[in-house]
């Protein structure tokens, strides 16, 4: 693919040009409401695979939907087949529910803003999907000689569930140099990221049942257990609340310490303390200190409480002895911990404390982490550069993508993750939207990217995962 030149003028007007085809198909994806955790969805879900597979045939590709075991996932591929090379472009097109207040409209009815396109998934990740779509339709058109394969799930939103054992039967059919991740965020508008790390996660439910039901404290308190107040204890111990350290021991022992280089990179990222707390509602932090808080979010492990449920919670007082309790907690891991490990130190300290409490197993995922130099990191950079002025900043995320790692280790190739998505788009947040400008400059990074890479030639200088 490195004979297409960019005929700069020429990507620019067929770009306007497919802007109504564009949002008419953004429509159609975002009015199915593709909602994967909800089982009363799941014809929707179907439904669209097959008009995502529709409009891969629409621009001219193959397209097939794969069974899973779970929702289905469909793979597509635009090029001449005929190459044993391609760039395969991951997006999920499943969406978080949409059932916040705040919506000001039907969440699966597309409204479009000026430049706006309101709705549930146009930003994560519907409109990052079409926008490489559109993109792979072009660089066909205009000489590409390495295929763009298209790999979308539908249950991205449920910790893909199924995709590792999918994209392991299906990797022999999909020759692939390197995959893009476009469901990532960017610093701020203007200031774009490419993320190299994804944190791991490893989840967990502790439930302490001290007796059969509640009982009447006037009766039995003083003598009774209190289910919520030794739960409350516990988690007390397992995570300093003020500072964030956790407190189990071995915690940290496997976690890999940031580079130098890296850091000095995040700060340089155009990363802003007041702009971070601003964008997510937060009305203090723990630290203000710039390069505290980047380490924390995006390279270091975290013990969060997500919620503690047992007792009474309505209105007025009820004067009980909860004899149930139950708190979810997680783990956000960075690389070397291992999830299962993680689990284990978290049951052994929880019961070493307490004995009675069950610690399970609320599901994991790897960390991820992947270049941050080399060629196609380097196409990655001037394809962002190219279409929106401006140098990306390589920078970790701190959330998880559970495909990613199952891709890097069955389809052998990098994955670089580019996003289009900006803070203020709101991530499984109401009135979420994506925005033309994302759309427009997004499908120009994308044939410059596959303009450089298919010219790479990873086939030649086979990739190796890097050591930590
Ligand atoms: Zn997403």
Redesign the pocket.
Same mark, same amino acid.
């Given at each position: 693919m490195s004979k297409l030149a960019i005929d700069d003028a020429g990507l620019d007007g067929y770009i306007a040009a497919c802007r109504n085809e564009y949002e008419a198909a953004l429509r159609a994806l975002v009015e199915t409401p593709t909602v994967s955790a909800d089982p009363a969805r799941a014809a929707d879900v179907r439904r669209g695979a097959t008009l995502a597979a529709e409009l891969i045939r629409q621009c001219g590709g193959e397209a097939q939907i794969v069974e899973t075991g779970g929702h289905p996932l469909v793979l597509g591929r635009l090029g001449s087949g005929n190459t044993k090379r391609g760039i395969a472009v991951y997006n999920?097109l499943d969406v978080q529910p949409a059932e916040e207040p705040e919506w000001q409209h039907d969440p699966f009815r597309l409204r479009i803003d000026g430049e706006r396109y309101v709705g549930r998934g146009t930003t %994560? %990740?519907k409109g990052p999907a079409l926008a490489a779509l559109f993109a792979a339709r072009y660089a066909v058109q205009h000489g590409a000689t390495a295929d763009v394969q298209f790999i979308w799930e539908f249950e $991205? $939103?449920i910790g893909s569930p199924h995709f590792d054992a999918a994209i392991a039967v299906q990797a022999k059919r999909l020759p692939v140099d390197a995959v893009l991740v476009s %469901?990532t965020v960017w610093i701020a508008r203007g200031i774009p990221a490419i993320a190299y790390g994804l944190r791991g996660l490893q989840g967990a439910r502790l439930v302490l049942e001290t007796g059969v039901k509640d009982t009447h404290s006037g009766l039995t308190g003083g003598a009774a257990r209190n289910a919520v107040g030794e739960l409350a204890q516990v988690l007390s111990r397992c995570c300093n609340a003020a500072t964030g350290r956790a407190l189990i021991p071995g915690f940290y022992d496997d976690a890999a310490p940031l580079a130098a280089d890296e850091v000095r990179e995040f700060l340089a990222s155009g990363f802003s303390v007041a702009e971070f707390q601003r964008a997510h509602g937060l009305r203090s932090l723990r630290t203000q200190d710039a390069e505290t808080v980047v380490r924390r979010i995006w390279g270091e492990p975290t013990f969060e409480v997500h919620g503690i449920a047992g007792g009474y919670g309505g209105p007025g007082i009820k004067t009980i002895v909860p004899q149930r309790a139950e708190a979810k907690v997680s783990m956000r891991l960075v690389p070397n911990q291992e999830p299962a490990r993680m689990l284990r130190l978290l049951t052994a300290f929880v019961q070493s404390i307490n004995p009675d409490i069950r610690v399970e197993d609320a599901g994991a995922l790897p960390w991820y982490l992947g270049q941050r130099s080399g060629p196609y990191a380097e196409a990655a950079r001037r394809a962002i550069a190219y279409a929106f002025g401006k140098s990306p900043a390589f920078v970790r995320e701190g959330g998880s993508i559970g495909a990613v790692v199952a891709m890097e280790r069955h389809l052998h190739a990098p994955v670089l993750l580019m996003g289009l998505s900006l803070p203020e788009h709101g991530?499984h947040a109401p009135n979420e939207y994506f925005d033309w400008g994302q759309a427009a400059g997004g499908m120009k990074a994308f044939v410059r990217f596959f303009a450089e890479a298919g010219g790479i030639g990873a086939r030649q200088r086979p990739w190796q995962p890097r050591a930590v």
């Open positions: 999920h %994560d %990740d $991205e $939103e %469901d991530y």
